[in-house]
């Protein structure tokens, strides 16, 4: 979720799932040790729980990090050896770290020791054409005995040569029976399912056999889905309306622009908010308005919700 699940994507996901847990966009190691902490760290508190996903492969470096994650106030650092990026194998960490547990054990030891909060890990089940599941396996036993133990699994393997980031996310096979194997080996860990989950019966259902589900882009896309699963999981649970969501959108983008943020780095998480409903259309076209976005007035976002919300009423009158 690099460029996607930032502080602002976070805010507006916490509007609609009051009890997930929220992830940030992986961040390296470089960019938090060289670049502007405070611009890459700084959330709002209504986030929690928040984790702090780090991209990197050096014990003493991810230590850092870490550390500074923790200070500013994180709930968990989660390592990522799951994505397939070319432009994160040049940094020799993402999936390819698969290849090599030892290492990622020794990171994983160093960021334990560096702080209190939990220490996890995100990973795909093989590399390439790894298929057998004694690969997956032996990673999870290797990252368990180092002391890890949480393990995010997105069920398909991680092809690093051939393969876009979005056809990673596609094309190899999805191997739930892989995973639901990996609890019952393991079954003194937290284990997390990813892949190809859209709704909240699919939740269900996985949840019978693992400890959690993550959602990535399905929920960027059609966001509202993490209302509706929340109430799916808590029948006495009454779904926020979509109305109310962008009330709460607005109320924060208003305080963000008066610190100088962009109206649009906060309106373009939203464009899936009405997905699937007739006024979709209206809700984007004004969101995504430039010369609306440029007079940088979060009034715009009230603007949208009258807009839909009326065309609603009159398609249903």
Not at 54 to 74: N, R, T, V
Not at 88 to 93: S, T
Not at 284 to 290: A, K, T, V
Request: glycine letters at 6%.
């Amino acid at each position: 979720m690099m460029d996607w699940s930032d502080r602002h994507c976070r805010y507006f996901f916490r509007q609609l799932a009051p009890h997930a847990r929220v992830y940030s966009e992986m961040l390296t190691t470089g960019a938090l040790i060289h670049g502007d902490v405070a611009r890459h760290l700084d959330f709002d508190r209504a986030e929690h729980p928040v984790a702090l996903q780090l991209g990197g492969s050096e014990p003493a470096d991810l230590a850092h990090c870490a550390k500074l994650g923790e200070s500013w106030g994180y709930d968990e650092i989660n390592l990522n050896c799951g994505c397939p990026s070319e432009r994160v194998q040049r940094g020799a960490f993402g999936a390819c770290l698969m290849a090599e547990p030892h290492l990622v054990a020794d990171c994983v030891k160093a960021m334990q020791d560096a702080v209190a909060i939990p220490v996890t890990i995100k990973h795909r089940l093989g590399i390439d054409t790894i298929e057998d599941y004694n690969f997956v396996r032996r990673f999870v036993e290797i990252l368990s005995v180092a002391g890890c133990r949480t393990f995010i699994v997105h069920a398909r393997n991680a092809i690093l040569k051939g393969l876009s980031p979005k056809d990673n996310r596609q094309i190899p096979a999805l191997k739930y029976d892989y995973v639901y194997r990996l609890k019952r080996e393991f079954n003194d860990c937290c284990i997390v399912i990813n892949g190809g989950i859209t709704s909240a019966t699919e939740i269900t259902d996985h949840l019978q056999f693992v400890d959690g589900v993550m959602l990535g882009r399905s929920a960027y896309h059609n966001p509202y889905v993490l209302t509706q699963i929340e109430a799916g999981l808590d029948g006495d649970r009454k779904p926020a309306a979509r109305a109310e969501v962008a009330t709460a959108m607005w109320a924060y983008a208003n305080a963000q622009v008066q610190s100088g943020t962009q109206l649009r780095t906060i309106t373009r998480h939203m464009l899936g908010l009405y997905h699937g409903q007739p006024n979709a259309r209206a809700w984007r076209r004004l969101l995504c308005d430039p010369a609306r976005l440029a007079e940088n007035s979060a009034d715009l976002i009230l603007e949208a919700r009258q807009l839909v919300e009326e065309e609603a009423i009159e398609i249903s009158a």
